[in-house]
């Protein structure tokens, strides 16, 4: 049998939501300290990467005219990276079919550079192993480890230490895609603002929420939800307020603003509510566009093209 590896090889990466993100203090790198609880969700991007004689990317979809397809692109930069380092020319065409919103909160860019981290090594019969992967990803951006290990993990750090979280069963998410993006440093330097002038809502701890996963329970977990990032997107966006009223309206558990925003996520009890959630938060005009899905799922993975 002929070992030869097809060309192109296609990887699916998934988006995140936080369900809990702490912000500590401003570090001397320019960093906050973080302390997060990543869940990865079935949204998600396709990165294909197929040999070629010069590097090149293009990007597909409704979002693709927002995404850069230079250096620009962490896909590109984790092709160049990775090239590097293994000796080799970066000869690849990267097409990236875009499903997650651009600068909506949900590691968009970052789950493209793990994507492409993984597909290339496939591509290139690399063979690296786990610590290999991690350390390019954490090299990459700090949410691009948690997109290349997926499921539910806590992060410390910038958020590339990563602890894995048991979690029982598939919890259900409406997420409410807005019209614009937000740029994560300027909501970081919001929230800076808004600590220095006075003091907005800090999430608690994280004992409570980690019992909530382990027992798979929706109802137990939504009021536990938290991000203190939240306030800085409001107060950068307010409209995004009236969003998640409606999404609570609708008959959602609970909604909260997906990591830096504006992209809002709504908890649901069940698939069918979860349905119903968006068939009305689609009715209510508080949004550009609204999305059902699913998590925990894996991290970035070859999609396995053999029966097609
Ligand atoms: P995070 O949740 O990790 O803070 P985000 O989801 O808010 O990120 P991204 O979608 O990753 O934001 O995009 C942020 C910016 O990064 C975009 O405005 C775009 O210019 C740039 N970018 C670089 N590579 C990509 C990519 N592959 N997909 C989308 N945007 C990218």
Known sequence: MLSVVPSPVTVRAP???????AVGDLRDDGYHELRTVFHALSLSDEVSVARAD??????RGADAAAVPTDAGNLAWRAAALLAERAGRAPEVAITIDKGIPVAGGMAGGSTDAAATLVALDALWGLGLTRDD??????????????????????GTGRGERLVPVLSRGTFHWVLALAKGGLSTPVVFRELDRLRAEGSPPRVG????????????????????????????????????????????????LAGIVSGSGPTCAFLCADAAA???????????????????????????????????
């Open 15 to 21: 988006s995140k939501v936080n369900l809990h993100l």
């Open 205 to 252: 701890g994280l004992d409570s929420l980690l019992q909530a996963l382990a027992a798979g329970d929706p109802h137990a977990l939504a009021p536990l939800l938290g991000n203190d990032l939240q306030a800085a997107a409001l107060s950068l966006e307010p409209a995004l307020r009236r969003t998640l009223r409606a999404g609570v309206e609708a008959g959602a």
């Open 133 to 154: 992967l991690d350390e390019f990803a954490a090299e990459l951006g700090s949410d691009v480890p948690f997109c290349l290990h997926g499921g539910t993990a806590i």
């Open 274 to 308: 979860a349905v119903t959630v968006s068939a009305e938060l689609a009715g209510a005009g508080v949004c550009r566009t609204v999305r059902v899905a699913s998590g925990p799922v894996p991290g970035a993975r070859v999609v396995d093209n053999s029966h097609h």
């Open 54 to 59: 010069t590097l090149s990317l293009r990007v």
